[in-house]
């Protein structure tokens, strides 16, 4: 079983430019999360999903966009990057207790 | 929303045992969890909460009370390996039971 899964694992971004992370999970979870973590800052709710075509903010949505058009997959979208966006992401997926995560995407916005 | 207090390092020498402190406000709570990280790895789940009392997974137990909107993790027998951060993390209806985590408690274990 390969679990959680995330594409790219490290991406240098020039401020102003896109780009959309991948997460793709075979469990068969209904949640899926995009999280961010800063040092110091813990993890941070991005976005996240209750089910297939369902998309709901987290605590710090601002600057991101999601989609889950399959149960499987949850995608991350950087409409216009910026420094502060600079972070370690990570996706998780659950049923309602276990949380699996993604082994983390490092993304520097220069 | 919800916010939860940890306390941020922690310190304790090998074999001994350590407790970490959760406190938590939220509404609609539905259960609180425990997850390891060690450096540059994925949080892993290590227990899970939902109503009061103990739960113990080998050397590692977690405690939740309720009316207090309190609990701890209790780790035993510490191993230099148990070196990493602890995260808890509630699951609430409000926020139709999405996970939202503590800043963390680093815990170091000292020889």
């Known amino acids: 079983n390969a679990g959680v899964t995330q594409t790219p694992k490290f991406r240098v971004l020039k401020t102003g430019q896109s780009m959309t992370l991948l997460c793709a999970q075979d469990m068969n979870h209904e949640y899926m999360y995009w999280y961010r973590q800063d040092p110091g800052m813990g993890l941070r709710l991005i976005h996240y999903?209750?089910?297939?075509?369902?998309?709901a903010k987290g605590e710090v949505p601002d600057g991101y966009n999601v989609s889950r058009l399959k149960k499987q997959n949850f995608l991350l979208g950087l409409e216009s990057a910026a420094p502060s966006q600079t972070s370690v992401y990570f996706c998780?997926?659950?049923?309602?207790?276990?949380?699996?995560f993604g082994q983390g995407t490092r993304l520097t916005v220069v | 929303g919800q916010s939860l207090e940890q306390p941020s390092e922690v310190t304790a020498v090998e074999g001994a045992i350590v407790q970490i402190n959760c406190t938590y406000q939220?509404?609609?709570?539905?259960?609180l969890s425990w997850y390891q990280q060690h450096d540059g790895g994925a949080p892993t789940f290590l227990s899970y909460n939902a109503l009061d009392g103990l739960e113990e997974t080998g050397r590692f137990s977690s405690f939740l009370s309720r009316s207090d909107s309190y609990g701890y993790l209790l780790l035993q027998e510490l191993q230099m390996k148990d070196s990493a951060s602890y995260f808890c993390?509630?699951?609430?209806?409000?926020?139709?039971?999405?996970?939202?985590f503590g800043k963390g408690t680093s815990l170091l274990v000292t020889p």
């Open positions: 998780a997926s659950s049923r309602k207790v276990e949380a699996f």
């Open positions: 939220t509404s609609g709570f539905y259960g």
């Open positions: 993390a509630v699951r609430a209806l409000n926020s139709g039971y999405a996970l939202n």
């Open positions: 999903s209750v089910g297939e075509g369902t998309t």
